[in-house]
């Protein structure tokens, strides 16, 4: 065996990402409190950290943030239990405390850092408007060729993200997120739980229509499957479930 096919690794040399969760709000629709969902930071978080990457968490606004409750594994309804990777995230505090206290996310120095992976929960669809720090961070990132994803409604910043030349980021390119069959299902679920009348809607508008509209080409691989796609640097996941999966593609695309 000669040297060429040594595998060195570098220590001095780790991959970096900056992932961005949202802060937390109210939502105008339904007057609920909103953050970001623990398994779109958990389960990437995870991924990225087995590789020997450094992981750094933002917000929008820096300080605390707080999660939605139903992504929480402790949380009474059930909906998370499974989720052993968030449990232990939230259990470890030396981890824990990375999202009690993030930094802004103005204060990324791309030039430091080899991607960008913006989380959802319900919040981005409330705040991602206003966040043009944000705006501006994500197509830093692509346009200088690093990996730019977003995953689930953290896809809502390829409604805002515009290039130099004021073009939509999303423009003719293949991406997934929060899909409309998954939109029906959520309202269908607190209209029959009576948490919502059946004239309001969880969210404001809609990942899938709003990129279909700027000319994205939306792509998804059904109800609650995990899924996660590439075009080029932009990688985008469908939802809650699709965690591991973006991040392995961005895994692949930094070349491990």
């Given at each position: 065996m000669s040297l060429k096919d040594v595998n060195v690794v570098n220590a001095n040399n780790k991959k970096r990402v900056a992932i961005v969760i949202a802060n937390p709000a109210v939502s105008t629709t339904t007057g609920w409190n909103v953050g970001f969902w623990w398994s779109e930071l958990t389960h990437p978080f995870y991924e990225f950290t087995e590789k020997g990457y450094e992981v750094e968490i933002?917000?929008?606004?820096?300080?605390?943030?707080?999660p939605d409750a139903m992504s929480d594994p402790r949380d009474a309804s059930g909906y998370s239990?499974?989720?052993?990777?968030?449990?232990?995230f939230i259990h470890t505090p030396s981890l824990f405390s990375l999202v009690e206290n993030t930094k802004k996310v103005a204060e990324?120095?791309?030039?430091?850092?080899?991607a960008i992976v913006v989380a959802g929960g319900q919040s981005p669809m409330f705040?991602?408007?206003?966040a043009t720090d944000l705006h501006q961070k994500f197509v830093e990132f692509y346009q200088k060729g690093k990996v730019a994803a977003a995953l689930c409604h953290g896809v809502a910043i390829l409604k805002y993200a515009k290039l130099s030349n004021g073009e939509y980021l999303a423009k003719g390119k293949?991406?997934?997120?929060?899909a409309n069959v998954e939109e029906d299902f959520a309202d269908e679920a607190v209209w029959n739980y009576g948490m919502l009348p059946r004239d309001k809607h969880?969210?404001?508008?809609?990942?899938?229509?709003?990129l279909k509209a700027i000319g994205a080409n939306f792509v998804q691989a059904g109800l609650w499957r995990g899924f996660a796609i590439r075009d080029g640097n932009l990688i985008t996941g469908?939802?809650?479930f699709s965690g591991s999966e973006t991040a392995k593609l961005v895994i692949a695309a930094l070349g491990e």
């Open positions: 933002f917000s929008p606004d820096g300080g605390k943030s707080e239990a499974s989720d052993l990777i968030s449990m232990g990324i120095e791309v030039e430091k850092f080899d705040t991602f408007e206003n293949t991406v997934t997120g929060f969880i969210m404001p508008w809609r990942i899938e229509d709003e469908q939802q809650n």
